[in-house]
Nanobody, 115 residues
Framework: QVQLVESGGGLVQAGGSLRLSCAAS????????MGWYRQTPGKQRELVAH???????NYADSVKGRFTISRDNAKNTVYLQMNSLKLEDTAVYYC?????????WGQGTQVTVSS
């Protein structure tokens, strides 16, 4: 079982930036592909970015060129740098393995982008 704690969300104006962090427990973090997901009310949770154990990254088309995922295995932490934020980026952001551990979803961190 992996525990995941997200932080770094907040209220930001459109065009601004935020950096999210996700701290994971356990000793196997370094071998997991990790992802950042987001969810808005009434919609399914969607994967926005992921990073493999080797550092390869992939992004949803909606965030490509604006978001950057990275990881620090020594700190058991994965990050999401979000630039040029848009109103439609407003959501609760979660991290989890890819594929996700069903019982490891944390509280997430709220990102609200205002005009």
């Amino acid at each position: 079982q992996v525990q995941l704690v997200e932080s770094g969300g907040g209220l930001v104006q459109a065009g601004g930036s935020l950096r999210l962090s996700c701290a994971a427990s356990g000793t196997l973090f370094r071998i997991y592909t990790m992802g950042w997901y987001r969810q808005t009310p009434g919609k399914q949770r969607e994967l926005v970015a992921h990073i493999t154990s080797g550092g390869s990254t992939n992004y949803a088309d909606s965030v490509k060129g604006r978001f950057t995922i990275s990881r620090d295995n020594a700190k058991n932490t994965v990050y999401l740098q979000m630039n040029s934020l848009k109103l439609e980026d407003t959501a609760v952001y979660y991290c989890n393995r890819l594929p996700p551990f069903s019982e490891s979803w944390g509280q997430g961190t709220q990102v609200t982008v205002s005009s």
